[in-house]
């Protein structure tokens, strides 16, 4: 079946550091790509997607690339900042299971002013 | 508007009690999601309502009752549930559930204590 693997956190980071969150995943078909992030204490809402391979989602300075060949889409973002503390979750859906989207585990980031 | 409510924010009640939780999204999406989230773990899905039919049961137990009223209003209807059932109830919408693109937009959450 479909999975999502992303990295353990915390992470920890000093203001203005640059991010990596390492996103892999387990499809069949072409599924699309998916950031959500959840502040504290709120619902979860879209960071970025991508919905074919090679293309490149984009917000608020962070980005990530969908690559077929080594199944990723890791997360970046140049220059953290505080504001940028959350939970990031990497997804999944889907042409397989009724397209529902697979959640990973979620890595918590903690950034430092 | 691009906005999910959910109500309560808050919620605590009894094992015997009975309660509703309510969902409502004004963009004209055809697809709602029931999740429930415990603390430092991801969303985990409930239900799924295509076309206000019920389309996916997660094998949830039926203390948990959904209902969609029509096609901007969910509802989760509580019963006899256990203090395990404590957590975050997260709904969510999308356009349809025909694609795989079409992202979700997640209310607020309902924060549920069952004492």
């Known amino acids: 079946g479909n999975s999502v693997t992303q990295m353990e956190g915390p992470v920890t980071l000093s203001e203005e550091a640059f991010l990596t969150i390492n996103c892999t995943y387990t499809a069949t078909g072409y599924p699309s790509l998916f950031w959500y992030v959840q502040y504290p204490g709120e619902g979860l809402q879209l960071l970025l997607k991508?919905?074919?391979?090679?293309d490149k989602g984009s917000n608020k300075g962070f980005e990530a690339t969908y690559r077929k060949e080594t199944t990723s889409f890791h997360l970046e973002k140049g220059s953290v900042q505080v504001s940028d503390s959350a939970v990031y979750f990497c997804?999944?859906?889907?042409?397989?299971?009724?397209?529902?989207?697979?959640f990973g585990a979620g890595t918590r980031l903690f950034v430092k002013a | 508007d691009t906005e999910v409510t959910q109500t309560p924010k808050h919620l605590v009640m009894g094992m015997t009690n009975k309660k509703s939780l309510k969902c409502e999204q004004h963009m004209g999406h055809r697809a709602m999601y029931w999740y429930k989230q415990k603390a430092k773990k991801p969303p985990e899905l409930m239900f799924v309502y295509s076309y206000e039919k019920l389309s996916i049961n997660e094998s949830v137990p039926s203390r948990f009752s959904p209902e969609c009223p029509n096609s901007s209003l969910l509802n989760l209807h509580l019963h006899a549930l256990q203090p395990e059932d404590s957590a975050l109830y997260l709904c969510a919408s999308s356009q349809t559930t025909e694609r795989t693109y079409n992202e979700q937009f997640f209310g607020p959450g309902t924060r549920l204590t069952v004492l």
């Open positions: 997804a999944l859906s889907g042409n397989t299971g009724g397209f529902k989207t697979i």
């Open positions: 991508a919905t074919k391979a090679d």
